[in-house]
């Protein structure tokens, strides 16, 4: 069922369907440009229509496909975020098991959203079935702070590789902090799976930023060039203007989780990206003052009403840290760590690291970033830590 995406703020209204739409003759490599999975996020829906009809108009010579998809529908038509559970927190192998019927599993019957993850992923699966690839999953967002456009990921070097192409600051670790996350549920597939923040919700920009990062996209995957696609290089300044000189990689450090009825609120004016000082004030609750945990900069705090992330901390990653942590990983270096003491590979799932705290209390989460892991659970004592890379 088709839904109308009207956004006053923006000026924009479209009629969609959860195919945005298609370009290219396919056999070769396939862009999938996933838009509005949050509904009050309906930037990335306009993007995607603008890129589709200038691919249209310019008929570029073209390799492969790009096909964009529609998020949360429901909640797109009524500009929410979500109506009953948020769709990018649902990608987990219990609530997709529930959403295909296939026994009960913890979201209630009528909760809305378990319809839209089964539509969506019916399209993703259709998509790798027919399609050639590689593949590219992009994941457009916009957020309630003001913010230079920027790229999550998980932190595969397959997705690192692609994002290192981009004159746009990448993110590192977010999905630690946010479990069910469309992204790294595909990132299992060994695809490039990335996120994209392109401003701020209502910003006419946000629109032109996505765009251009799209079209970006194209040229990365190989479908178009800028021989045949001269606006490659407008969009590429339209980006670069928009970085305003941040560039490279930052790791995410901390989240600040909301607990219902705290009364969270964000001291006004904050941006992403802004440099803030240990203990320096940054919102406030029932409580009293909250102050920053540690120094660096402040990433997508939170000034609207749904969602629970107050705001993260991040920290420029250097250049050397990134170059040892991809020679590490081709040396599968866990395998030398797993001799350490309190320290075992699972035997049977050769891709999680258990650690005991109590005897390897030495060894510090940044070590299995640098593999390429990332905390999934903590019981008591023992921490265990899962492989990015499939
Ligand atoms: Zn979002």
């Excluded at 200038?54 to 008929?59: E, G, H, R, S």
């Excluded at 496909?65 to 948020?86: E, M, P, Q, S, T």
């Excluded at 967002?141 to 192409?165: C, G, K, M, Y």
């Excluded at 120094?295 to 920290?315: E, H, T, V």
């Amino acid at each position: 069922m088709n839904a109308v995406i009207h956004c006053p703020p923006l000026q924009r209204t479209a009629t969609v369907d959860r195919v945005l739409g298609e370009f290219g003759p396919g056999g070769g490599p396939v862009v999938v440009v996933i838009a509005g999975v949050h509904g009050n996020e309906p930037a990335g829906i306009y993007a995607v229509l603008d890129l589709l009809r200038d691919l249209a108009a310019a008929q570029p010579t073209f390799r492969g496909k790009l096909i964009g998809l529609a998020g949360n529908l429901a909640a797109l038509r009524k500009n929410v975020r979500y109506i009953h559970c948020d769709l990018n927190r649902m990608w987990r192998s219990e609530i997709l098991a529930e959403a295909y019927g296939n026994g009960s599993g913890p979201l209630p019957r009528n909760c809305v959203e378990l319809a839209e993850v089964r539509e969506l992923y019916d399209q993703i699966k259709s998509i790798m079935q027919h399609e050639a690839g590689p593949f590219y999953f992009v994941d457009l967002h916009t957020t309630s702070s003001v913010s230079p456009p920027f790229i999550p990921f998980d932190d595969t070097l397959t997705n690192r590789a692609f994002v290192e192409q981009f004159p746009l600051p990448g993110i590192l670790g977010i999905e630690e902090f946010l479990p069910g996350t469309l992204l790294s549920y595909i990132t299992r597939y060994n695809v490039v799976a990335i996120g994209y923040e392109a401003g701020q919700h209502h910003e006419p920009r946000s629109i032109e930023f996505h765009h251009a990062m799209l079209a970006l996209c194209l040229e990365k995957a190989g479908c178009v060039s800028r021989e045949h696609y001269p606006v490659l290089a407008r969009h590429e300044e339209t980006l670069r203007q928009g970085a305003n000189g941040l560039e490279g990689f930052y790791e995410v450090r901390f989240r600040y989780a909301i607990e219902e009825g705290e009364g969270f609120r964000m001291l006004p004016g904050f941006s992403s990206f802004q440099p803030v000082a240990y203990k320096q004030k940054l919102a406030e609750n029932n409580r009293g003052a909250i102050v920053a945990q540690e120094s660096g900069r402040i990433f997508m705090p939170l000034y609207q009403a749904q969602g629970n992330d107050g705001y993260f901390l991040i920290r420029r990653v250097a250049r050397f840290w990134l170059n040892l942590s991809k020679i590490l990983r081709r040396w599968r270096f866990e395998r030398v760590l797993a001799w350490l003491p309190g320290v075992r590979l699972l035997p049977d799932e050769q891709n999680t690291l258990e650690i005991d705290t109590r005897i390897a209390r030495f060894l510090a989460t940044e070590i299995f970033h640098l593999l390429g892991y990332r905390r999934q659970t903590t019981q008591g004592t023992t921490i265990r830590f899962t492989r990015r890379e499939p």
